[in-house]
């Protein structure tokens, strides 16, 4: 009975809704603020909501109104989509979820069944960033690969394609946009080595209509729309030598796509290299050109075709792993007296560029973060001066920022009231050496780089966690400089909603959910989520009432060494949740319990100094981007310092050679033999045995 009052909500709700949204009404959006229909809100993606009945004054109000709890823990990092009262969401694994907007109650939940083997694919954990609504369907990309096309009022599959060859390990955890009809949608991966591209997709049949690579096909031309460019782009790679023969170069464009309906271009943003250590990528030749075109670039395609229509390079020969993925804003700006069409862009590479529309031209760049790999950006020639050191051909280099980025994926907004723009910067420094040994692997973590184990002595431990930090920037890009800033202390901090209420929302790492007042920065108000939380809030109206929304979520840390940001993790990770905020609101969370995790004794191994080191670089190379730094789990990933495994030999050396590949563990015996993952669990066990004797000094 209650499966059919569900759907028969469902339906009501829908009506008028879902099949009804198009290109023109998400052109008219501003006349329905109550609604937010695509990723951004608006095509312009400024993430800027006109509803102000939620403002300065009354903020402090503000209270839960419904939470919702999602079916599985890890990474509930999507944007909500509402139509018309309804309520279009994602969890980890691709899951859809329609609930009402004013309740809470849930409409229909659809899973796609993504292969839990294909975890061990995803570099960032199994995350997804929400869907798209067009014409009646709700569309998501799934992690194996898949686009799939449900019916809006009952989440029925009306279609499904396979966008990516499965049997390379891209992984898909955008969003998709919609616009002309079609569905466009990248993919990720380049870490594992596969060759980035965007597809576009018919709306109604689910027919492929173009395709643009990212990276040039050195053997052949592809018979897609990035033909007329493979050319151009050939003579900035290596033709003859590089592990980018065969990882594919990179390249993937696993976020940023936003259709321009001013220009009438679909703008991409393009990731980082494979591997990212250029010179093993695509060695130099003296007097070539080595700027491995397209990667570290925002490019302009026709939307109908793919033509090509222009690009900026912000990384030339992009070797640290800085995507130009992170999200772009679409506005106009008034420069030296004329106003001129812009896209807003901070990368991770710690500029904040502001480039022409039209021509894809630089206007201005500024520095938004610490940065020791270039000191300015040349505005003659478009290039950064660059230091050369920091491209640690011969000896290490200590490099700002680190490959998370001084602005990774979370969503940064701007308020059209202040003409600023609000967006989570961090500052980490990160080690690069050049892998001597370096060998391709396919399927396997491939960056030709290698960085120093997380020290055991405590006291250098905590300086490295002290010299992290996070902030909240509010960023004038007329003028390139900053209006204010919030310290938030840890990094790793949540996207950002900016209001006609003359507010801005944010989420933290640690759980807090927060609203400035936008002209200055004050905090006006604060939430516990429970925790992380990442993803863009949005605001929205339902029956009159204005509401806000965010996603929390363990897990959403992912590979980050998040034990060093965030002490003590919860004992058992609870599931995402969709917290929804209203003036008033009386509801509350379920009760939860911090529980410091208890390590037992760990088993005694007669392992020299050696082995240990030994298996401290391999544990770096093959372990570290799921269960943290320094054997440090984020708290959802098994912390294997309390692993039974660790106690018995035969059950890790079979956990590591392929016996829980089912529930995402990969499967290391082609490149780990039995004495590789016996170092490895003498490591683990050294650390488990420092964290044994000092929870009992704590007793």
């Known amino acids: ?78 944007t909500p989509i509402v139509v018309d009262g309804v309520m279009y969401v994602t969890s980890a694994w691709s899951i859809v979820y329609a609930l009402d907007a004013a309740t809470g109650a849930e409409l229909w939940v659809f899973d796609p069944e993504v292969p839990r083997e294909r975890g061990a694919s995803a570099c960032c954990d ?28 009952t989440g029925a599959k009306t279609w499904e394609v396979v966008t990516v060859d499965q049997a390379r390990p891209y992984t898909i955890t955008g969003a998709p946009r919609a616009a002309r009809g079609l569905v466009f949608i990248g993919n990720g991966g380049a870490e594992y080595g596969v060759r980035g591209y965007v597809s576009a997709y018919d709306a109604r049949s689910g027919d492929l209509r173009w395709r ?41 464009a696993w976020d940023a796509l936003v259709y321009d309906r001013d220009t009438d271009t679909l703008w991409i943003g393009v990731g980082n290299g494979s591997p990212w250590n250029r010179e093993i990528r695509s060695p130099s030749i003296e007097g070539r050109n080595n700027d491995n075109l397209f990667l570290s670039s925002v490019v302009g395609v026709d939307p109908d075709t793919g033509a090509y229509k222009c690009h900026y390079q912000e990384t030339p020969g992009e070797t640290w792993d800085y995507t130009a993925t992170q999200p772009i804003i679409l506005t106009s700006l008034t420069i030296e007296g004329r106003e001129r069409r812009v ?30 790999w270039a000191n300015g950006v040349d505005l003659n020639t478009g290039r950064p001066n660059e230091n050369a050191e920091a491209r640690f051909a011969a000896d290490t280099a200590i490099v700002l920022p680190s490959p998370f980025g001084a602005h990774n994926w979370h969503p ?62 509010a960023w004038d890009p007329v003028n390139q400089r900053e209006a204010w800033r919030v ?81 003590n993790p919860r004992a058992e990770p609870a599931n995402g949740r969709v917290n ?3 003036i008033g609101g009386t509801a509350s969370l379920p009760a939860r319990e911090l529980v410091a995790l208890e390590t037992p004794r760990p088993p005694q191994l007669r392992a020299s100094a050696r082995t240990i080191s030994q298996g401290a670089a391999l544990y770096t190379q093959f372990c570290m981007v799921c269960h943290g730094s320094g054997v440090i789990s984020g708290g959802v990933l098994p912390d294997l310092r309390r692993a039974g495994s660790l106690q018995d030999a035969i ?32 490591y683990v066990a050294s650390e488990a045995a420092i964290a044994y004797a000092e929870e009992r000094a704590r007793r």
């Not at 199994?126 to 009022?153: E, S």
Request: aromatic share 10%; with cysteine.
């Open 651 to 682: 059950v890790w050396r079979q956990t590591v050679h392929g016996a829980r590949a089912a529930n995402g563990m990969p499967d290391f015996t082609q490149w780990l033999d039995a004495g590789d993952a016996e170092a490895i669990r003498a």
């Open 412 to 473: 940064m907004s701007m308020s059209r009231d202040t003409g600023l723009v609000y967006l989570p910067v961090q500052e980490m420094a990160q080690d690069y050496t050049s892998d001597p040994a370096f060998v391709y692997r396919p399927g396997r973590w491939n960056t030709g780089t290698v960085h120093a184990a997380l020290p055991t002595d405590r006291a250098t431990r905590a300086a490295v966690r002290n010299s992290m930090r996070g902030f909240l920037l």
């Open 487 to 567: 310290d938030l202390g840890p990094p790793w901090n949540g996207g950002t909603l900016a209001t006609a209420g003359g507010l801005v929302f944010q989420g933290m790492l640690d759980g807090r959910f927060r609203a400035y007042d936008a002209a200055t920065g004050a905090q006006l108000w604060e939430f516990d989520n429970q925790a992380a939380t990442m993803g863009g809030p949005i605001s929205y109206q339902a029956g009159g009432v204005q509401y806000v929304a965010s996603l929390a979520s363990d897990g959403s840390l992912g590979f980050l060494p998040s034990g060093l940001i965030v002490a």
């Open 580 to 582: 929804v905020f209203r």
């Open 126 to 153: 199994v995350g997804n960033r929400g869907v798209a609504v067009w014409g009646g369907r709700v569309y998501v990309g799934t992690l194996d690969g898949r686009l799939i096309a449900l019916d809006a009022r």
């Open 1 to 78: 009975m209650r499966t059919m009052q569900a759907l028969a909500l469902a339906s009501a709700l829908a009506a008028c809704g879902p099949a009804a949204v198009d290109e023109a009404r998400i052109a008219r959006a501003d006349s329905e603020p109550g609604n937010w229909m695509s990723h951004g809100r608006t095509y312009a993606e400024e993430r800027y909501s006109p509803l102000d009945d939620i403002n300065r004054e009354n903020v402090s109000q503000l209270g839960l109104a419904w939470s919702y709890e999602m079916r599985v823990p890890r990474a509930a990092e999507a």
């Open 212 to 252: 643009f690579y990212t990276t040039p096909n050195p053997r052949e031309p592809d018979g897609a729309a990035s033909d007329s460019m493979r050319d151009a782009a050939l003579a900035t790679w290596n033709p003859n030598a590089g592990a980018w023969l065969e990882s594919g170069g990179g390249g993937t």
């Open 343 to 372: 896209l807003l862009h901070a990368p991770k590479n710690g500029f904040f560029y502001v480039i022409d529309r039209e021509d894809c031209g630089l206007i201005s760049a500024g520095s938004i973060a610490t940065q020791t």
